[in-house]
């Protein structure tokens, strides 16, 4: 016996071609990461684990105060480490962080690496980059 809770036969194809068409999109945007990725060897490496020598960043690292100083290369730098974990903790968030601060200054590799990370982060993580940021272009122009 049917029950009337169920949905109708014509509402569960509605629903399988929403999941199919979900699931194409994903899988070009996956396409597209992997295309980005063969572009820069560096971003493959970065999604390997972080070295477990990996050291926190001091007040006397001339990199981050380049970086917080406005310098697109070293801010693409500083990103660059983030995501590899390599003399700082490994953090996607920071190094989307650094990564937009120098794509502001149409820095290509870090435009690049900033959409390929876009696509690896999660709404919240992506909110907590773009909001980190905004604090660094804030403490800049004080």
């Keep these: 016996m049917p029950h009337s809770h169920l949905p109708h036969n014509n509402q569960f194809q509605t629903m399988d071609e929403l999941t199919l068409h ?7 945007e996956i396409q597209q990461f992997i295309q980005q990725l063969a572009g820069q060897p560096e971003l493959v490496m970065a999604l390997q684990p972080a070295q477990a020598d990996s050291v926190p960043t001091t007040a006397a690292d001339p990199l981050l105060q380049h970086a917080k100083q406005g310098n697109a290369q070293a801010q693409y730098q500083l990103g660059l480490a983030y995501l590899k974990g390599q003399d700082r903790p490994l953090s996607l968030c920071h190094a989307t962080c650094w990564f937009h601060l120098a794509a502001l200054k149409h820095h290509a590799d870090a435009e690049r690496a900033l959409t390929a990370l876009q696509l690896r982060l999660n709404a919240a993580q992506w909110q907590q980059a773009q909001y980190l ?8 122009t004080k």
């Design 22 to 28: 979900e699931v194409q999109r994903k899988l070009l």
């Design 133 to 140: 940021a905004a604090e660094r272009l804030e403490q800049n």
